[in-house]
């Protein structure tokens, strides 16, 4: 257990409904990330962040934004959610050496009606 | 475009034969390689690890190879055991170590 908890860990919510997924740690670490996983996709990075309120753009970014006001919280929103944002989606933290690995949460599953 | 690649979605392998999962890359930027684990309903774990400088990684009954000339790298298990069904998503940083590209897995079976 690498001490993170993802929450909600199931959601459903409706199309143009705003959505916040909450990530926090208990490790103190400065990296955090957002990943959603799709089938024929993997995993692929949305944002990430390097210390409180240092934050930057992934791969897929578009549709969502972050904030990360304490560093044992980092939150994915989701303005105005679509149908394309269905997906699972993971937080991780790393270590500060640079060869460490990612530890993931156990995810949430978002399904967007 | 996909800098990390499983061509593979899947693989069936006997119990107490060897598994080999294959990953190519694109970006001779990588400076490290990770293999990672995921179960159903939980996130990804952590298996192993190959800095560019080695060919070869070893851990217990698991073993990362890497070719760089040909951008390729592969995890062997040996023996399988149904245990190490799941699937398997090879991994490699970039932007001094930060950003995560992931391939796109293959899902292994080990039959009894």
């Known amino acids: 257990d690498a001490g993170i908890t993802q929450s909600p860990r199931h959601k459903v919510t409706e199309t143009g409904t705003p959505v916040t997924l909450r990530c926090h740690q208990t490790?103190?670490?400065?990296?955090m990330y957002w990943y959603r996983q799709d089938p024929g996709h993997g995993l692929r990075l949305i944002h990430y962040s390097y210390g409180v309120k240092d934050t930057d753009k992934g791969e897929v970014s578009d549709g969502y934004s972050v904030s990360r006001s304490k560093t044992e919280d980092f939150l994915l929103t989701l303005e105005s959610a679509t149908s394309s944002q269905t997906s699972v989606y993971f937080c991780?933290?790393?270590?500060?050496?640079?060869?460490?690995?990612?530890?993931f949460g156990n995810g949430t599953r978002l399904t967007v009606t | 475009d996909q800098q990390v690649k499983q061509n593979s979605p899947s693989l069936s392998v006997q119990e107490g034969r060897i598994s080999i999962l294959n990953c190519d890359y694109t970006n001779s930027m990588f400076d490290y390689f990770l293999w990672y684990k995921k179960y159903p309903a939980e996130g990804p774990t952590f298996l192993i690890s190959?800095?560019?400088?080695?060919d070869k990684n070893e851990d217990g009954r698991f073993t990362v190879f890497l070719n760089k000339s040909a951008k390729h790298l592969s995890l062997h298990i040996v023996p399988s055991q149904p245990g190490d069904s799941a699937v398997y998503f090879c991994a490699a940083p970039l932007n001094t170590g930060n950003q995560f590209y992931f391939g796109t897995g293959t899902s292994l079976t080990v039959i009894p």
């Open positions: 190959i800095s560019s400088i080695k």
């Open positions: 991780a933290i790393k270590r500060s050496r640079e060869d460490s690995p990612l530890h």
């Open positions: 490790e103190n670490h400065r990296y």
